[in-house]
């Protein structure tokens, strides 16, 4: 389930940053259909991409990461 949100986040913060799926994916140098599959979470992104991301978004890793759920069960 995390994985999902890594997607929603991304996407979230790109749209936050004025970026089009078309112009975020020549900034970090992939396809559009790579960045729809990251922010869909079918794909992963590999290590380096998400160094590439963050420094596009200029955010950190932290920030993308998903939420902790902090409620007791």
């Known amino acids: 389930m995390e994985s999902v949100?890594?997607?929603?986040?991304?996407?979230?913060?790109?749209?936050?940053?004025?970026?089009?799926?078309?112009?975020?994916?020549r900034k970090l140098g992939i396809s559009v259909s790579v960045v729809g599959e990251i922010e869909r979470s079918i794909r992963v992104p590999t290590k380096c991409v998400m160094q590439n991301i963050c420094t596009t978004l200029n955010v950190s890793i932290e920030e993308l990461m998903p939420k902790q759920d902090t409620q007791i069960k």
């Open 5 to 25: 949100d890594w997607g929603k986040r991304i996407r979230a913060y790109r749209k936050l940053k004025g970026y089009t799926q078309v112009s975020f994916a």
